[in-house]
C-alpha cells in the first residue's frame, strides 16, 4: 500500500455512509448511481429533476475536486482507451445483469443486511479480483 491515508479514508467512508441513509431517510430510495443514472433515460414525472440533481452532485464534487485538490486526480492508467472503454462497458452490462451497482448492493444493500446484496457484492469483488489479474497476466498491465 503506497498511499494509505486512513483519516482521509475514513472520512470518506463516513460521508458515503452519511449520504446513503440521508437518500433513504429522506427520500426513501436506495442510492444505487446506475438505477438513479438509468432513471434519467426515462422520463418520469416527479422523478427527473431529483435524479439530475443527484448526477450533477457527483459530476460537480469531482469537478470541485479537480480544481481545489488537483494532484488526487493524477493517474496512470496503464492500458489503451479501447480497453478502458470495453472494461465499462462490461461494468455496465454486469450492473444491469445484477439488477444494482457497488453503491446500491454493496453500500446500500450490504448496510441492510440484504441477502441479495451480499451475494452481489462478494460476486463483485472475487469478479474484480479475477478480471485485475487476468488484465494484468494476459495484457502485461499493471494491477
Given at each position: 500500500?503506497?498511499?494509505?491515508?486512513?483519516?482521509?479514508?475514513?472520512?470518506?467512508?463516513?460521508?458515503i455512509g452519511l449520504a446513503a441513509s440521508l437518500m433513504l431517510l429522506l427520500n426513501?430510495?436506495?442510492?444505487?448511481?446506475?438505477?438513479?443514472?438509468?432513471?434519467?433515460?426515462?422520463?418520469?414525472?416527479?422523478?427527473?429533476?431529483?435524479?439530475?440533481?443527484?448526477?450533477?452532485?457527483?459530476l460537480c464534487g469531482g469537478v470541485l475536486l479537480l480544481v481545489f485538490h488537483p494532484?488526487?486526480?493524477?493517474?496512470?492508467?496503464?492500458?489503451?482507451?479501447?480497453?478502458?472503454?470495453?472494461?465499462?462497458?462490461?461494468?455496465?452490462?454486469?450492473?444491469?445483469?445484477?439488477?444494482?451497482?457497488?453503491?446500491?448492493?454493496?453500500?446500500?444493500?450490504?448496510?441492510?443486511?440484504?441477502?441479495?446484496?451480499?451475494?452481489?457484492?462478494?460476486?463483485?469483488?472475487?469478479?474484480?479480483?479475477?478480471?485485475?489479474?487476468?488484465?494484468?497476466?494476459?495484457?502485461?498491465?499493471?494491477?
Open positions: 500500500m503506497e498511499h494509505f491515508t486512513p483519516v482521509s479514508s475514513l472520512i470518506g467512508g463516513v460521508t426513501g430510495r436506495i442510492c444505487g448511481v446506475s438505477g438513479i443514472f438509468g432513471g434519467l433515460l426515462h422520463f418520469k414525472k416527479g422523478e427527473t429533476l431529483w435524479r439530475f440533481s443527484f448526477v450533477a452532485g457527483l494532484q488526487s486526480m493524477d493517474i496512470n492508467i496503464p492500458y489503451s482507451g479501447p480497453m478502458v472503454m470495453l472494461a465499462g462497458l462490461l461494468v455496465g452490462i454486469g450492473t444491469r445483469m445484477g439488477s444494482g451497482c457497488t453503491s446500491g448492493h454493496g453500500i446500500c444493500g450490504v448496510s441492510r443486511l440484504a441477502p441479495r446484496s451480499l451475494v452481489a457484492t462478494v460476486t463483485f469483488l472475487a469478479s474484480g479480483a479475477v478480471a485485475a489479474i487476468l488484465a494484468s497476466q494476459l495484457l502485461g498491465g499493471q494491477t
